[in-house]
């Protein structure tokens, strides 16, 4: 017989054997099950606390340098990823906790040859990041900047879960930069790297102020962290509170760790006074929210391995107009916000491709890998079914068109999907994908006619093991292991979606800064010989399980 407690609090009282509740009355004298129903019952009030208690990381996936805002009793975060299409998530919540994607800012940044794979060109690590979420006279206005295009760009909209969204750019690409609206009406942008500027706009937003020249805020906003600088201070973010200015920066120092820098002043254009507002675990980079209870948080990240850029939820107390941060200094566990529902199903989901025929838009959990090419995915071609055609030459999956992802998550995730190979084409190669420069994947190759079922691995020094098929539908599991940062990636094929077998070796999975990005699920096809060919997935489904403990024979 054991106890338990359900994640709602309620008490679970079952016979590990039988689960039977009459053996149960009958094996236990009265007075023995009524000291236990009474100590359950002193016990509950505080295990349903427990139970309600949220916990860091907010979400355990790749959600990097979050910029937050509360509009009412809604909560908006956008978020970073880099090189996919569409660009620049913003995020929806009731309690800073349980988060849903409500859209996207822009359906494609652009149209070159670095964000459409062309001609051998790419832009990882590029597009877009570091975005800054802001909400002025009944607008919403989300900025980025892009190293790809070398612009500024703000995007507005009425309504975030219905847009439109409308668009405008400038030169130059402000790094870093920080929207900020003065109660003057007058908007600007705070950016840079060690020497944070700030430049006016124009009212229309469309570009800098040409009557303003630029001027620097804070000469060297590094200084406060210590005078032995690998990463200068940057990540701005400003805000106005009780009539001081806040700027939140990032440094990190040399053989330190990624550290929260906080400037205050009374006017905007400064002189500001700083000092180091967080250095624990290398939680850092993001700014303060305010809930509708009048509690605080700093909304904060931190690099976690192959997984990604974590996002973090500390409280923050203010002392003589500084915001405190953490408790004790450090970042706590567990913080004082309802309890996450144990599921990221608003970040990552499964998808059955059931559309109707005219219906072709994919969920927002999804996004490609660089510009899609619309005319080479389909869900009519083959009803029920995503198919993907390679339309484009490639010479490996870094370089493949219309690869499509969602991000991988912790502490250990898994994905299945069901494949039709029977339209691939010599040359093809088709499969699930872990994706980062480091990738791997597991899927089908059409060699002279024939089907092989094969891994390959970015690194690998060894020939991958091929296996042929004579069937044309193939199952395909890849897991992923993220706890105590073990970063393990393994691979596993079936013929009847029942019995499955590992494949390949282990992937050693590496967060690279060419990526800039946490590990993907990737499905794709590609053609190296000839293009045409196709393969139709039937389904996507995600799970934290893991089929050996992550550990294959």
């Given at each position: 017989m054991?106890?338990?407690?359900?994640?709602?609090?309620?008490?679970?009282?079952?016979?590990?054997?039988?689960?039977?509740?009459k053996l149960f009355k009958e094996k236990f004298p009265v007075f023995i099950k009524k000291v236990i129903i009474l100590i359950c019952f002193a016990l509950l009030p505080n295990l349903y606390v427990?139970?309600?208690?949220?916990?860091?990381?907010?979400?355990?996936?790749?959600?990097?340098?979050?910029?937050?805002?509360?509009?009412?009793?809604?909560?908006?975060?956008?978020?970073?990823?880099?090189?996919?299409s569409p660009g620049l998530p913003i995020m929806k919540s009731k309690?800073?906790?349980n988060w849903q994607i409500a859209g996207y800012a822009y359906n494609t940044l652009a149209s070159n040859d670095e964000l459409n794979l062309n001609n051998g060109k790419n832009a990882y690590s590029k597009g877009t990041w570091a975005s800054?979420?802001?909400?002025?006279?009944?607008?919403?206005?989300?900025?980025?900047?892009?190293?790809?295009?070398?612009?500024?760009?703000?995007?507005?909209?009425?309504?975030?879960?219905?847009?439109?969204?409308?668009?405008?750019?400038?030169?130059?690409?402000?790094?870093?930069?920080?929207?900020?609206?003065?109660?003057?009406?007058?908007?600007?942008?705070?950016?840079?790297?060690?020497?944070?500027?700030?430049?006016?706009?124009?009212?229309?937003?469309?570009?800098?102020?040409?009557?303003?020249?630029?001027?620097?805020?804070?000469?060297?906003?590094?200084?406060?962290?210590?005078?032995?600088q690998g990463l200068p201070a940057e990540g701005s973010q400003l805000f106005k509170i009780k009539g001081k200015y806040y700027?939140?920066?990032?440094?990190?120092?040399?053989?330190?760790?990624?550290?929260?820098?906080?400037?205050?002043?009374?006017?905007?254009?400064?002189?500001?006074?700083?000092?180091?507002?967080?250095?624990?675990?290398?939680?850092?980079?993001?700014?303060?929210?305010?809930?509708?209870?009048?509690?605080?948080?700093a909304y904060l990240f931190r690099d976690f391995g192959a997984v990604g850029r974590i996002p973090y939820l500390v409280p923050v107390n203010w002392a003589n107009d500084w915001p405190v941060i953490g408790v004790a200094g450090k970042v706590p566990e567990k913080i004082d916000l309802p309890a996450a529902r144990g599921t990221l199903s608003g970040i990552v989901a499964s998808d059955e491709f059931n559309r109707p025929h005219a219906k072709?838009?994919?969920?927002?959990?999804?996004?490609?890998?660089?510009?899609?090419?619309?005319?080479?995915?389909?869900?009519?071609?083959?009803?029920?079914?995503?198919?993907?055609?390679?339309?484009?030459?490639?010479?490996?999956l870094?370089?493949?068109?219309?690869?499509?992802?969602?991000?991988?998550?912790?502490?250990?995730?898994?994905?299945?999907?069901?494949?039709?190979?029977?339209?691939?084409?010599?040359?093809?190669?088709?499969?699930?994908?872990?994706?980062?420069?480091?990738?791997g994947w597991v899927g089908v190759k059409m060699i002279k006619g024939l089907k092989y079922i094969t891994t390959e691995v970015s690194d690998a020094t060894s020939e991958p093991v091929k296996i042929p098929v004579g069937q044309s539908t193939i199952y395909l599991r890849a897991e992923c292991n993220f706890r105590e940062r073990q970063d393990l990636g393994t691979y596993y094929y079936s013929l009847d979606g029942k019995q499955w077998t590992s494949i390949g070796s282990v992937l050693h999975m590496q967060y690279t800064i060419p990526h800039f990005m946490g590990y993907r699920f990737a499905l794709f096809n590609y053609a190296t010989e000839s293009t045409g060919g196709y393969a139709d997935f039937d389904y996507f489904r995600v799970s934290t399980d893991l089929t050996r403990g992550n550990n294959p024979d």
């Amino acid at each position: 017989m054991f106890t338990t407690f359900s994640v709602t609090g309620r008490l679970i009282i079952t016979d590990s054997k039988s689960n039977n509740m009459k053996l149960f009355k009958e094996k236990f004298p009265v007075f023995i099950k009524k000291v236990i129903i009474l100590i359950c019952f002193a016990l509950l009030p505080n295990l349903y606390v427990l139970a309600q208690e949220a916990r860091n990381p907010i979400i355990y996936a790749d959600v990097p340098d979050i910029s937050m805002i509360r509009v009412g009793d809604n909560y908006y975060m956008s978020s970073t990823t880099m090189h996919m299409s569409p660009g620049l998530p913003i995020m929806k919540s009731k309690d800073m906790i349980n988060w849903q994607i409500a859209g996207y800012a822009y359906n494609t940044l652009a149209s070159n040859d670095e964000l459409n794979l062309n001609n051998g060109k790419n832009a990882y690590s590029k597009g877009t990041w570091a975005s800054s979420l802001r909400y002025f006279k009944g607008t919403f206005y989300v900025s980025t900047f892009s190293a790809t295009t070398g612009k500024t760009y703000i995007f507005s909209t009425k309504s975030i879960e219905k847009g439109p969204w409308k668009s405008t750019s400038f030169s130059p690409a402000l790094h870093d930069h920080s929207l900020f609206f003065d109660d003057n009406g007058k908007a600007y942008m705070i950016y840079g790297g060690g020497r944070i500027m700030i430049a006016e706009l124009n009212s229309d937003l469309s570009g800098l102020n040409p009557d303003v020249k630029p001027q620097i805020l804070i000469e060297n906003a590094s200084l406060v962290g210590g005078s032995a600088q690998g990463l200068p201070a940057e990540g701005s973010q400003l805000f106005k509170i009780k009539g001081k200015y806040y700027l939140f920066n990032i440094c990190w120092p040399r053989g330190g760790m990624r550290t929260v820098l906080v400037h205050r002043s009374d006017k905007l254009h400064g002189p500001y006074e700083g000092r180091i507002g967080l250095q624990d675990k290398g939680v850092a980079q993001g700014g303060l929210v305010e809930t509708s209870k009048g509690a605080w948080y700093a909304y904060l990240f931190r690099d976690f391995g192959a997984v990604g850029r974590i996002p973090y939820l500390v409280p923050v107390n203010w002392a003589n107009d500084w915001p405190v941060i953490g408790v004790a200094g450090k970042v706590p566990e567990k913080i004082d916000l309802p309890a996450a529902r144990g599921t990221l199903s608003g970040i990552v989901a499964s998808d059955e491709f059931n559309r109707p025929h005219a219906k072709t838009k994919l969920p927002l959990v999804w996004q490609w890998n660089h510009n899609p090419d619309n005319e080479m995915w389909s869900f009519s071609q083959h009803p029920g079914h995503l198919r993907l055609t390679g339309g484009h030459m490639a010479t490996n999956l870094l370089d493949a068109r219309n690869t499509l992802t969602q991000r991988t998550y912790g502490p250990t995730c898994s994905a299945v999907t069901k494949m039709d190979v029977s339209g691939m084409k010599d040359g093809d190669a088709a499969g699930l994908a872990l994706l980062q420069k480091k990738y791997g994947w597991v899927g089908v190759k059409m060699i002279k006619g024939l089907k092989y079922i094969t891994t390959e691995v970015s690194d690998a020094t060894s020939e991958p093991v091929k296996i042929p098929v004579g069937q044309s539908t193939i199952y395909l599991r890849a897991e992923c292991n993220f706890r105590e940062r073990q970063d393990l990636g393994t691979y596993y094929y079936s013929l009847d979606g029942k019995q499955w077998t590992s494949i390949g070796s282990v992937l050693h999975m590496q967060y690279t800064i060419p990526h800039f990005m946490g590990y993907r699920f990737a499905l794709f096809n590609y053609a190296t010989e000839s293009t045409g060919g196709y393969a139709d997935f039937d389904y996507f489904r995600v799970s934290t399980d893991l089929t050996r403990g992550n550990n294959p024979d």
